[in-house]
């Protein structure tokens, strides 16, 4: 291709353009600048890549033969391991305490994906209709509960839900009994405990996770939002559109890149939130209420520790998630070439 | 400029060398050179009585070694991570205080070392008595050294007792009624069960007390026996304080001692299954209780006598790493002597373990260590096994939690659970 349209790239080259005498050593010069100029780029990153390499990578090769091992304190201590080959992922397939960790899972995520995105975007579209002063407050709070470290969060719902302690039992014990006795099938909360099985723990969970993850969510699209010029949004209310309409018509699609970064990203916190859940389950005692993180962290670190079968967990946890993020990716990635 | 990177890229590597060099030196001739400190380790939570005691017992070591003793405290729910992390480290103490059916664990982590002949050498440590080191051997060779005891009993408001006019059961039908009293008058559990962290301990008692077991060792392996007919029997008396009779909520299930001490202390428990140390824990909570408020009795078996208590107890160990073992030990045999033992228990709230200091009417005679140190010669053990702890940490919860909750019979809970057991243990 280029070299029909040689006149145009021909001034450029210096060594198309030949000064007698010094011929050899410029072609020589031009050859290393060139060979430098092409390098440059690798060494720039160079550093990057040993870091990325040293922190990242040669854990998870490290994971990736440890969870075809036996490996116990000993092991880590310096003796070689023994080769289990797939024994520790065949043990995991066959656990019920790994299908119930899935289940688990996948069916937090799925609702406290939802539940943080929707109620994010209603507060960083109420936060655009704002004035100045309340906008600002509204933003400040919301930061806060997200600034707050995840133990303290999960320790303050974990005190609210206490079974004699806390409000939420109180508040449900004053409320009208036809009214908690049809909803929920219980009208004496005394001593109601929300932490052994599964479903009121991971209700807790979930008010803990969105309470805490909805506040990124707002403030990224109402970061989109200022982006979208106003004209647009006076164009559509002229013509009749309602806020419903003018959501999905002009801003979902705009802001379209921003909630797939955001979907992916809330996907992966709340496939593997670890911090929260294990303060409410109150440690790693009750296998019905892992998930994956805790399911693979309580084989792992436990005493004794089973390291090889951990990181077999974490191995599956992984490949989940890459197939998730990757096929939603290509998804979006198609839409945006298609138009 | 050349040249300038060359003398730091070989400077860099030579100092790579030399260090690695050095950490080698010292492996090798780290027992011939007196360090300036040791470091100990204790479990738990530290208060100044404690506190006191430790730097007295440091103060001395100095004054007869030269070297200083450095004490940490770590607490009992961060032991495993604290003693992993420091294992896969290679970083650790010199001395650590261990429970009892941790060593094993620990042993055949390679953790702890191996002082079999330390302990064949140290006169006053032969008076400890053999079935006190069963948790501690380990193929005929010693990993610690048994430092306190520690049984349970059952601790209960003496007030109440008195007010109801209650007595004191000795046997599981009197300890039912008197439950029930207290449930009826006081708006307060009568019998409050353990589901929590150690909730094997708060069971096993009642299972023994039914002439059940819980694991019997049947040649190479281990087999549970929490499915044989007295022991279920036991399991459904427990659960029934729950199901049937409604001496104990439901939400007991997740609550270790620690908290029922908080309970018992807010006037929410009236006896329970505990060591003699709960009594400070009760006291922080709540001052006004005193003397006449709290008390202990031996807990009955089903038809009278005592019932069997699990032999708990707090071990002192040679952590493998340390470079000074000789050392490490010498500090051990300070602080396990008899004279440190007599001044320490009463602290502790635990039990010497030698025969001599425990038949000491100090103890027995002692209106709250009595029936603590009564149950002491009944102490039992569980399976001795690397797994065991495993166990302890989450199958008998699983159970209670099953049968209370109403989700499985005994019958199914106890099969599951000795399922699991047989399984974890065999490993």
């Known amino acids: ?87 520790n992922f065949s043990e995991i397939l066959t656990s019920d305490t790994f299908w119930q960790a899935l289940r688990n899972t996948f069916a937090f995520a799925a609702v406290a994906v939802a539940l943080t995105l929707v109620l994010g975007t209603l507060v960083g579209l109420l936060i655009h209709r704002l004035g100045r002063v309340m906008s600002t407050t509204v933003i400040i709070s919301a930061m806060l509960a997200w600034a707050m470290p995840h133990m303290s969060v999960a320790t303050v719902w974990r005190w609210l839900f206490d079974e004699n302690g806390g409000v939420a039992n109180w508040v449900l014990n004053r409320m009208p009994d036809w009214l908690t006795g049809t909803l929920l099938g219980r009208t004496d909360w005394s001593g109601y405990t929300w932490f052994l099985d599964p ?58 890149p921003v909630f797939a970064v955001l979907l992916v990203l809330s996907i992966i916190w709340d496939f593997k939130v670890f911090t929260q859940l294990h303060v409410l389950a109150g440690g790693i005692g009750n296998p019905d209420v892992f998930n994956l993180s805790l399911y693979a962290y309580a084989e792992a670190f436990r005493s004794p520790p089973r390291m090889g079968l951990g990181s077999a967990i974490a191995i599956v946890l992984t490949a989940i998630l890459m197939v998730i993020t990757v096929a939603y990716v290509r998804q979006i990635v198609r839409q945006e070439d298609l138009r | 400029m050349k040249f300038i990177k060359y003398a730091a890229l070989s400077a860099g590597i030579a100092l790579i060398a030399t260090a690695c060099g050095n950490g080698a030196d010292d492996a090798a001739n780290g027992n011939d050179e007196a360090p300036d400190e040791i470091t100990v380790w204790r479990l738990g939570p530290p208060d100044d009585a404690h506190n006191e005691f430790m730097a007295q017992v440091g103060e001395e070591f100095e004054e007869q070694h030269g070297v200083a003793v450095d004490v940490e405290w ?8 604290k003693f992993q992390a420091a294992a896969a480290g290679g970083e650790g103490p010199d001395v650590t205080e261990i429970g009892n059916t941790q060593v094993v664990t620990w042993a055949n982590q390679g953790v702890l070392a191996d002082i079999t002949d330390k302990v064949a050498e140290w006169d006053e440590g032969q008076e400890i008595p053999e079935n006190l080191w069963e948790n501690e051997t ?37 300890l039912l009624d008197a439950a029930q009293t207290i449930s009826e008058n006081k708006d307060a ?28 060792e049947d040649g190479d392996e281990w087999v549970s026996e929490l499915d ?37 202390a807010n006037d929410q428990v009236g006896m329970f299954v505990d060591g003699a140390w709960a009594k400070s824990v009760i006291t922080d909570a709540n001052e006004d209780l005193d003397e006449e408020a709290i008390s202990s009795f031996t807990l009955p078996a089903r038809n009278g006598n005592s019932a069997p208590q699990f032999a708990g107890g707090n071990d002192l160990a040679v952590w493998a790493d340390s470079e000074h073992h000789d050392l490490a030990f010498e500090y051990i045999q300070l602080l ?89 243990l065999n490993r």
Not at chain 1, 227 to 235: D, G, Q, R, T, V
Not at chain 2, 150 to 172: H, Q
């Open chain 2, 74 to 81: 770590v607490p009992w729910p961060d032991v495993d991570t």
């Open chain 2, 138 to 174: 380990i193929d005929d060779q010693t990993f610690a050294v048994p430092w306190l005891g520690g049984v349970r009993a059952v601790v209960y408001r003496a007030d109440w007792f008195d007010e109801l006019d209650i007595d004191v059961p000795t046997n599981w039908d009197e």
């Open chain 2, 336 to 424: 396990a002597s008899k004279e440190k033992v007599t001044e320490y228990a009463p602290i502790a709230g635990l039990l010497p373990t030698y025969p001599e200091l425990l038949a000491d009417d100090e103890y027995l005679e002692d209106d709250w260590m009595g029936p603590f140190a009564a149950a002491m010669p009944l102490g039992k053990a569980y399976a001795v096994n690397e797994n065991w702890v495993q166990v302890e940490d989450t199958v008998v919860q699983e159970m209670l939690r099953n049968i209370i909750r109403g989700e499985k019979s005994v019958e199914e809970a106890t099969a599951e659970a000795a399922e699991q057991m047989d399984e974890t």
């Open chain 2, 228 to 264: 044989s007919p007295a022991s279920r029997e036991a399991v459904e008396w427990y659960t029934d304080l729950v199901t049937e009779h409604g001496v104990a909520p439901e939400s007991a299930v997740t609550r270790d001692s620690v908290e029922i001490s908080r309970l018992f």
């Open chain 2, 189 to 216: 559990s009568g019998f409050e069960i353990n589901g929590g962290s150690d909730a094997m301990h708060a069971l096993a008692p009642f299972i023994w007390g039914n002439d059940g077991e819980i694991v019997v």
């Open chain 1, 1 to 87: 291709m280029t070299r029909t349209i040689k006149p145009s790239t021909e001034p450029r080259g210096g060594a198309s353009t030949p000064s007698p005498g010094s011929r050899d050593s410029t072609a020589k010069r031009a050859r290393r600048y060139r060979l430098t100029s092409r390098l440059t780029p690798y060494l720039l990153l160079g550093p990057t890549l040993v870091i990325i390499a040293g922190l990242l990578l040669y854990p998870l090769y490290r994971m990736a033969v440890m969870s075809t091992q036996d490996v116990g304190l000993r092991e880590v201590r310096g003796e070689p391991a023994e080769s289990v080959g797939l024994d």
């Open chain 1, 199 to 256: 479903l009121p723990l991971y209700f807790v969970l979930t008010l803990a996770v969105v309470w805490q993850s909805f506040p990124f969510i707002a403030v990224s699209v109402l970061a989109g939002l200022k982006s979208i010029p106003a004209e647009l949004f006076e164009a559509a209310r002229v013509d009749g559109a309602g806020a419903w309409r003018s959501f999905w018509n002009v801003t979902f699609p705009l802001l379209k």
